[in-house]
């Protein structure tokens, strides 16, 4: 159901197109008639005549998508020649085209582009090399060669330029690192402890630093029998830093070591962030403070920086890297400790979500 | 000292110390306040107390000032030391860094009042010994501790497994230990496993323990390894950081012990050069 008297339509279907212009231009086109129709009385209800409206630019979109692939020299021309495309419309509002691979024995569907011609289109990894079999020890975990590893993950390139993005970071390790993102579970009443010994009675004070984006829930200042001696002094929060003063310590704790317990709620308590500082440490990778609360940032040897951010308001942590395009399973090729930690702390491990 | 003598003195150094002032020469200042401390045999903290006749806003004002001057010095003395405006002193820059002190500007030195903070050095003088198994051998330690009540449950299950050996007669080797005295109680009517009444409860009972004792004995290993992980993390940052500027831990111990020395010398010879 694509006019084709419609010269603009007409020059979209012969004229080469990139992935992006593809979607933007085929997108645009979509819309208009779809608008068209939606606006009209007889059509507006006719659900049947709409969905074959949203199946055929669909299927030109998938058409041209095709060209545009085997256009493209980042992909090796053995591994496009076995790629095919498949087209379905579910209804008047929801589509997919899926990639797949054809082998001597069947056909191998490596990814679905999730209503194509919406703005908010997305990709979806069906068979592509994930997270467990890029760090597995058995070398058989991964499905595909190394050739059609590269192809793949150029054709994942391809398809990102387009806007196409995956959604959820453990489908596949084809994607870039910099923006994902993903939830965590943050240990948000983890008690700071500081320990002093009384000399004399009379003036004491005992405190600790806290993090900049802590907050004090509550203390106690106990004693080596387990008393809370917290009513004795007062509590002063200064410059990033909690201290218990007292000008009556009385003379039996003389000698005794009072022990300042601190429940916080802090946003860097986290398990995951926890579990990076120890595999980066290890790695000798600094993981350093940023200039701002809840950004960490990493400076790999390549003198790129890898940033960790969190946002303990949505239990979620954001990853960046200056390279919008390197991919999870080419950082962790030359960095190993990225897939060792984002492995240990995805997919839906408990002790991190 | 006769009176016009000691007058003279007093009169001589309030001079030198007013001028010093004027001329924000933190050099001369700190001069001033040693020879107050030795000459009247006061402690240098109450020395400024003495001076300013125990005004607080001028004591306050001449600490302000001296600290700024010993802040700028540290910054730059000790690089991987972050000295905040108020004098704290954090090691490194990195996600749980540690607070190693807090500077005191009479004294010219760091202060470590808590325990965490007067654990760092001998942590790191420990890590230096053997950077390679210091982790391990805090694992192997804390790992005997947790299962000490755990251990001696199994010994004492082995024992009792030893005590009716004999009764068994020649046991097959497969079912030697803790395994063979599990099969024992899991299926007492076994004649060939059969074994006197009581010590089958008491291994009942002891198994129990074992099992129960275990679990906990696991959950606590699992946090606290992770707790010794990232405080040995933390040790090898403070450990990386230090070496990358000094040859060892000694040598960084030494430039902390002489922090005072060195900032005089500083201040001496940043003096020299304003009135050069």
Do not use: C
């Not at chain 1, 004229?15 to 231009?25: G, S």
């Not at chain 1, 001597?104 to 997270?131: R, W, Y």
């Not at chain 2, 050099?27 to 607080?56: C, S, V």
């Amino acid at each position: 159901m694509l006019n084709l008297n419609d010269a603009h339509l007409a020059a979209l279907i012969t004229k080469p197109l990139t992935v992006a212009q593809a979607r933007q231009q085929i997108g645009t086109a979509y819309q208009q008639e779809a608008d068209r129709l939606a606006n009209s009385p007889l059509w507006e209800s006719n659900d049947e005549a709409l969905t074959a409206l949203l199946a055929s630019y669909t299927n030109l979109l998938g058409n041209k998508l095709y060209q545009a692939l085997q256009n493209l020299t980042s992909i090796p021309t053995p591994f496009l020649q076995t790629l095919w495309l498949q087209d379905t419309t579910a209804d008047a509002h929801h589509s997919e085209i899926a990639v797949i691979q054809t082998t001597q024995d069947d056909n191998n569907t490596l990814l679905t582009i999730v209503d194509p011609l919406s703005d908010d289109a997305k990709l979806k990894a069906v068979n592509l090399p994930t997270l467990l079999q890029i760090t597995a020890a058995d070398s058989n975990a991964m499905t595909y060669d190394a050739e059609t590893v590269k192809a793949l993950s150029a054709l994942a390139k391809a398809l990102n330029q387009g806007g196409y993005r995956f959604t959820t970071v453990d489908e596949t390790v084809l994607q870039p690192v910099n923006g994902l993102s993903f939830k965590t579970r943050f240990d948000n009443l983890k008690p700071l402890v500081a320990k002093k010994a009384v000399i004399k009675a009379g003036d004491f004070s005992i405190g600790t630093s806290l993090d900049k984006d802590a907050k004090v829930l509550g203390y106690q200042v106990l004693d080596e029998d387990g008393h809370d001696w917290q009513d004795l002094g007062s509590e002063e929060v200064k410059n990033d830093r909690f201290e218990w003063a007292s000008t009556t310590v009385p003379q039996e704790l003389v000698n005794h070591r009072l022990k300042l317990i601190i429940r916080v709620s802090a946003g860097s308590n986290s398990p995951a962030l926890d579990e990076l500082f120890v595999i980066a440490s290890n790695n000798a990778i600094l993981m350093r403070q940023g200039a701002k609360a809840g950004v960490y940032e990493l400076p790999l040897p390549n003198q790129k920086i890898f940033t960790v951010m969190i946002n303990p308001a949505n239990n979620m942590v954001y990853l960046k890297y200056p390279d919008p395009e390197t991919q999870i399973i080419e950082l962790n090729h030359q960095y190993p400790f990225i897939g060792e930690w984002l492995k240990a702390v995805l997919p839906q491990k408990r002790a991190f979500n | 000292m006769s009176i016009e003598a000691s007058l003279t003195y007093q009169k001589k150094f309030f001079n030198d110390f007013t001028d010093a002032w004027h001329k924000k020469s933190r050099y001369r200042l700190y001069q001033g306040l040693d020879a107050t401390a030795e000459n009247l045999r006061l402690d240098i903290e109450e020395t400024p107390g003495y001076i300013l006749a125990y005004d607080k806003t001028a004591q306050a004002e001449l600490h302000d000032f001296l600290q700024i001057g010993l802040i700028d010095f540290l910054r730059q003395h000790i690089p991987f030391f972050e000295v905040n405006d108020q004098g704290t002193v954090y090691f490194g820059n990195w996600y749980h860094r540690r607070e190693f002190g807090h500077i005191n500007v009479i004294l010219r030195a760091i202060t470590q009042s808590a325990d965490e903070q007067r654990r760092i050095l001998p942590q790191l003088e420990s890590f230096s010994d053997d950077p390679d198994h210091y982790l391990d051998r805090q694992l192997d330690a804390m790992r005997k501790e947790v299962y000490r009540d755990v251990d001696s449950l199994h010994t004492q299950i082995d024992n009792l497994e030893a005590e009716n050996a004999p009764e068994r007669g020649q046991a097959t080797q497969g079912n030697s230990g803790f395994r063979g005295l599990l099969k024992n109680f899991i299926d007492p009517s076994d004649d060939d496993q059969a074994s006197p009444s009581q010590p089958s409860g008491d291994a009942s009972r002891l198994k129990a323990q074992f099992d129960k004792e275990k679990l906990t004995a696991d959950d606590i290993f699992d946090k606290r390894k992770r707790e010794l992980e990232v405080s040995a993390a933390i040790t090898r940052y403070e450990f990386q950081a230090v070496m990358g500027t000094y040859s060892s831990v000694a040598e960084f111990e030494n430039i902390l012990a002489n922090l005072k020395d060195d900032f005089m010398q500083s201040l001496k010879l940043e003096g020299g050069r304003t009135h050069a």
